[in-house]
């Protein structure tokens, strides 16, 4: 079965920093592109930030530049989300998504559909 699991959230202070995690299982993802999405509550899910495959291109949204950064750890199938500076408006519940789209392929930031696996989530909450 494929899937993606996010880990990583919790409560952090404004300007605190969190990493989050991507696992997957049952394919490599090597082979994917991955986005990260978040959704805060009344809101619609808006792309975050994304990595094409075999460790290409990554793209961020402007409200996240700068702050955030997307890496991956092929050998440990995961890859990862380094969330710096976070403000109160970056509360949200943050989602993976996985699409396999073979080597050196760009990654799509706006397009939810282009994602085929998804996580459960999991909840930021950026607080004094």
């Known amino acids: 079965q494929l899937q993606v699991v996010e880990s990583g959230g919790g409560l952090v202070q404004p300007g605190g920093s969190l990493r989050l995690s991507c696992a997957a299982s049952?394919?490599?993802?090597?082979?994917?592109?991955i986005g990260w999405f978040r959704q805060a509550p009344g809101k619609e899910r808006e792309g975050v930030s994304c990595i094409g495959s075999s460790g290409g291109s990554t793209n961020y949204a402007d409200s996240v530049k700068g702050r955030f950064t997307n890496s991956r750890n092929n050998a440990e199938n995961t890859v990862y989300l380094q969330m710096n500076s976070l403000k109160p408006e970056d509360t949200a519940v943050y989602y993976c998504?996985?699409?396999?789209?073979?080597?050196?392929?760009?990654?799509?930031?706006?397009?939810?559909?282009?994602?085929?696996?998804w996580g459960p989530g999991t909840q930021v909450t950026v607080s004094s």
């Open positions: 049952g394919f490599t993802l090597d082979y994917a592109a």
């Open positions: 998504a996985a699409v396999l789209v073979g080597l050196f392929r760009p990654c799509k930031l706006t397009e939810r559909t282009a994602y085929h696996y």
